[in-house]
């Protein structure tokens, strides 16, 4: 079924057709019909699978319906729309979609979240928009100062809800919803249906139609993973061999912490890497120019904090490792969900030490599989076997950290690939 037969406005299937695209994924032909047809939603998909166009396109038609009749004309006027998402990073990601499938209406959208200056923020409120995107602490800012008002809105938008709980945004969430109207529609995105998630729901949705259009915890389809048993101080050096043998021209590195990601972008820039880090100690612009610049090609390699996890909508990001298996299980599934989107392929490489034989049993309990393990390249001193992680059915050794031998690092080759277009 193209767009074309959704009920879609003609500026906005050619602000679709301009992106590339002429046919919804499953999660947009089922989700954008229940959304013009005003029934509360509550879906879940796959990372990468449309999820935000599956929103916003409807949710721009709904507003070009209101505009017909005058009564969005006018100067000053509040949102109709609010979308509620955790991080900056998907707040920007939002309101580019809302941008680039808005371009040919004149509707007015505005996004607010902290670590920036607020009169820009202010200032465009007072302008009057049609679409607010917001994360909740900056938007509660803004309704204190009497700068935001929100009795005017029709449709609420939670995205990343699960992310939302883990963030402990829910205290802020039940703040935001009595400033609402009552009588609204509402529509909640999540990666999974957890427990806690269909209570949220409980509380929230009338009536909801629920949209489930992969297994929970599930990644995609089209991801190869695999992983490396290696030593513990030997990481950084394969990590350099593979991106300089393979010919990387684009790789979105994770690690647990704040210090561990500065660290091994300075490692990476001595060994003749171009690198941009973005965790929660560096400020907005910082990370908005170090996406950029991943984006473009400027840089060869992005390391970041689970904070990127989700939110980001890397265009056909080929590779993804996990210099670091994350704590939580299911933030494995985020993370290397940044690639292989919209159809693409990709490849996520985990670099698992003796100390991770815990997560990586998490993981793969998760996954309901063992991932395969790769050799390690030569000269780069792989785990003894004495030390390599627990097979998934029994408890993980209690050893320590395994002597460390010390690779090269070698200089990277320019990026020989193009800028190219991705997911909705």
């Not at 990476?268 to 473009?296: M, Y």
């Not at 996990?322 to 985020?334: Q, R, W």
């Amino acid at each position: 079924m193209p767009f074309s037969h959704l009920g879609l406005d003609k500026p906005l299937l050619r602000a679709i057709a301009e992106q590339g695209y002429s046919a919804p994924t499953p999660i947009q032909s089922q989700a954008i019909p229940a959304v013009l047809a005003g029934r509360d939603l509550l879906a879940a998909a796959q990372t990468g699978t449309g999820k935000t166009a599956a929103f916003t396109l409807p949710l721009l038609q709904r507003l070009l319906e209101f505009s017909r009749t005058g009564e969005r004309t006018r100067p000053g006027r509040a949102p109709r729309v609010l979308v509620l998402v955790p991080t900056r990073e998907l707040a920007a990601q939002v309101n580019d979609s809302v941008r680039a499938y808005g371009q040919f209406t004149d509707l007015r959208a505005a996004v607010v979240f902290g670590g920036v200056g607020l009169q820009p923020q202010i200032d465009a409120l007072r302008r009057g928009i049609d679409l607010l995107i917001a994360t909740p602490g900056r938007l509660l800012d803004l309704v204190g100062q009497g700068h935001a008002r929100l009795k005017e809105v029709d449709v609420l938008v939670l995205d990343e809800a699960d992310r939302m709980l883990d963030m402990g945004f829910i205290r802020d969430i039940k703040r935001i919803l009595p400033l609402l109207p009552k009588v609204r529609q509402n529509l909640l995105f999540s990666a999974t249906f957890s427990r806690e998630i269909r209570e949220l729901a409980a509380g929230i949705l009338r009536n909801p139609l629920s949209v489930e259009v992969a297994p929970p915890n599930t990644t995609a389809d089209r991801v190869q993973q695999c992983i490396y048993q290696v030593a513990k101080d030997c990481k950084q050096p394969l990590l350099a061999h593979l991106i300089e043998t393979g010919g990387w021209g684009q790789t979105l590195v994770f690690t647990r912490t704040k210090h561990g990601a500065n660290k091994l972008a300075q490692q990476l820039e001595r060994g003749g890497f171009t690198v941009g880090v973005i965790h929660g100690n560096k400020s907005q612009s910082a990370r908005t120019r170090a996406l950029a610049d991943f984006k473009e090609y400027r840089i060869q390699v992005l390391v970041a904090t689970d904070i990127a996890a989700r939110g980001l909508d890397i265009r056909e990001l080929p590779h993804v490792v996990n210099y670091e298996l994350p704590d939580v299980p299911a933030d494995y599934v985020h993370r290397i969900g940044r690639t292989g989107r919209a159809g693409a392929g990709g490849e996520a490489i985990s670099l698992v030490s003796g100390e991770e034989a815990t997560q990586l049993r998490d993981i793969e309990r998760l996954l309901k599989r063992k991932l395969p393990v790769r050799e390690t390249p030569a000269g780069i001193q792989p785990l003894p076997r004495s030390a390599e992680p627990a097979p998934a059915h029994r408890p993980p050794p209690r050893r320590g950290q395994p002597p460390a031998g010390r690779g090269g690092q070698q200089r990277s080759r320019r990026p020989s690939q193009g800028p190219r277009r991705g997911a909705l």
